[in-house]
Structures are given as structure tokens and as C-alpha cells.
């Protein structure tokens, strides 16, 4: 390898974030190689990519997935060897020959591989904000402890890493930061009637105006809980007390988040709405690349509107705040509640405005507990699912 390459592992390379990940590593084929691709069960996209990328390694969830690929592999003549399971994937994020850990898996399952590369002190690019929610004390714990580097790779948390005065780490209040505005785009209902949101499809859920995202992701997007989830991974990415926090509805997505200073200033970070920004940021930082992203045209866009998030509308907003205030493990609660929920919606089996009151009751059923061990974590995000199934079955009768 060149000298400066650096070495990457995307997990969760077959989905939105991993697909603009390899974009931008193909864009500098002189900075970045990759090391190991990972996916659930795309074999076919996860081939395609291998072929492309020539990883080491390629990691699959199930054996036999993995069995199919190896043989397409070998057939086309390609040297890269293939893995099976979870710890295959905390393998590869925690590999002596890695330099960057792009953490794309969506949901809970992205949490202990995202935990390898930390204590394997690697530069994580964290996209999957879920890992950061359940558990972010033990987390933030894990980084520090193994002398990790977390850069956001959520545009808004990346945005403001950017707006943010070096050595923020010692405290907000210290840098005179008065207040941290995240923007929200609102989604694709925003307007539409409150009374029409029993009838939203997964279709109408997953079109996003903006954003195109894999599907869990959109849902949040929608019900806004995404906003919600990303206050909570504010709060331990940045440590902004929830009062510091403000969600701005922005409906264009052009401003991606604002700092906003005790002077009266406030820094934003704008572009066109395009992972491969805040992607090409965390990968090269502190240098600049090409992402490969249109230049931002203020004409064309000519005005920025903002609004005040309406909380009745967008009750899982509420939800999460409520979680992020209780500690402990309501955050991981929240999330696993929200993780089966959203499951449900997409298949058929709960109204899209009925997946507030899943995670509002699962919130209230889970005892209070602390987060102060991944088994904690664990359990909690275990009888949630559990609850939340049997909520979401009492609502279907
Ligand atoms: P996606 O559904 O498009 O892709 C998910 C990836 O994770 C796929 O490669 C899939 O194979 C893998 N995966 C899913 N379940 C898995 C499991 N159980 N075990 C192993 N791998 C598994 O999702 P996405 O839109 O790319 O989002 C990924 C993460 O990034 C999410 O946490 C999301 O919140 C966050 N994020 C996404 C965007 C975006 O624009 N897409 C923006 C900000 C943050
Ligand atoms: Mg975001």
C-alpha cells in the first residue's frame, strides 16, 4: 500500500450511506483503499462492490449468504475473502490494517461493531446515529478510553463539528456557545392534515422531499423521531444539554445546522443536500476533497424559510426529548420501541400515526434503570421490543 493510504472498512456498504461512501473513495483512489465491505444480505450489490473495490474482506450476517458469495467471488477471479456473522463484523471494524471505520449498518445492530472500532482507537465515521442513542455514555466512554476519533457523518452533527470552535470538548458553555439549531427539513408532512395521517402508505412515507434514504431512516424522517434520535446523539456527540438544543423546521435542507455565540453570532454550514459532503469531510478531515457534489446555487434557491416544529404533529419529537431528559435507559428504550414500530409500519401491520403511541407506551412500561453497562443496555432494548410487539399487536385487534 502507498504510503498516506488510507484504509477503510464500510459497514453497511450495499445501503444509502455505504453506496455515497464508496462513491467519494472512488473519486481518490491515491487517499483511501478499502479494507472490508460489509452487508445484511445483499449478496448480489455486496459482489458488485467487491469487484469494484477488491476489499480483504467481505462479511456477510448468515453463512450460507456468505458461502454464495465466496464461490461468485472465486469464479470472476477475485481474491477477496469472505466472513459470516456479528463478529466477523467487529473483525473487520477493529482490524490492525484499518485506518477509517465508516459505521452505515442501520439500528441497534450497528452498536457493537461501531463499539470494536472505539476500542480499537480507530477514526470512526459514525452514520448510525442509533448506536450513539442507545448507549452513549459507554460509548463516548469507549472513545476516549482507546484514544478514538469520532467524526459525525449525520449532516447536521457534521455541520456543526464544522460551526464548533476548536476544543469544544471542554465544554460548550466555555467556547460561548449559547445554543446549538438543528435544522429539520419537516418531511413530507408538514402540511399534510393531521386527520390524514392514519391513511400515509410506506410508499408515501419513504418519498422523501429532499433525502433519498433507505427506508428506516425515511420512516424517522416522517414521523420526525429522526430529528428526535439526532437531539439525543447532539447531546453526547457535542454535550449540549437538551435546553441548548433547538430543532428549526428548514424546509429546502440547504442550511444543515447552525452554532449559534454569546457575541450574537451564528455560524452555519450550507450546501446541497448530499451525503457525500459530510462524507468527503469526515474521510479527508481536516483536509478538503471533491465529493463530487453540485455547488451550491443561492439564485437558484433564492430563498430559506424556517419554522417552529409543531410537537402535536410530530409527538415522537416530544417522545425523544422525554427520553434524553430521563436518561438512563429511556433513550434505548425509545429506540427499540422505535425500531419495532417503524418495522411494523413498513410491513403492514400498524398506522403510521399510531407509531407515537407504541414507543409513548413502551416508554412508560420499561422500568428506570441506568445505563451503565452494555448488558444494561442490552436488556432494556430487549423488553422494549418485547412490549412494543405486544402494543403494536393491540393495536391491530
Ligand atoms: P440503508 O437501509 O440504506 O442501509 C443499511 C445498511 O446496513 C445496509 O448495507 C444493510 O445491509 C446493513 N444492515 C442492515 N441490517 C443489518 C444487520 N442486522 N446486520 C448487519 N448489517 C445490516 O440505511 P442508510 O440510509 O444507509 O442508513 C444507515 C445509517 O446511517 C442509519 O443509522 C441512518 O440513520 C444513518 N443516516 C443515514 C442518512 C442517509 O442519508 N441515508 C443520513 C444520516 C444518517
Ligand atoms: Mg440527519
Redesign the pocket.
Known sequence: MEQGKKLVTV????????V?TLDVVARHPERFGVFAL?????VDKLLEQCLVHRPVYAVL?QADDAGRLAGQLREAGCATEVLAG?DA?ARVAGAPEVDLVMA????A??LVPALAAARAGKRILL????ALVMSGALFMQEVAAHGATLLP???EHNAIFQALPAGFERGLQGSGVTRVLLTASGGPFRRKPVEELRDVTPEMACAHPN???????SV?SATMM?KG?EVIEAYWLFGAEAERIEVVIHPQSVIHSMVSYADGSVIAQLGNPD?RTPIAHAMAYPDRVDAGVRPLDLFEIARLDFERPDFERFPCLAHAYRALREGGVAPAVLNASNEVAVASFLDGRLRFDRIAGVIARTLDAVPAAPADSLEAVFEADRQARELAEGFVSGFAS
Open positions: 459497514l453497511g456498504a450495499t445501503g444509502s450511506i455505504g455515497s460489509t452487508a445484511h444480505r445483499q450476517d456479528p463484523l452505515a449498518i442501520v439500528g445492530a450497528g452514520a448510525n446515529k442509533e457523518i449525520d449532516s433525502w433519498v434514504m433507505g427506508r428506516k431512516i424517522d429522526n434520535l451525503m
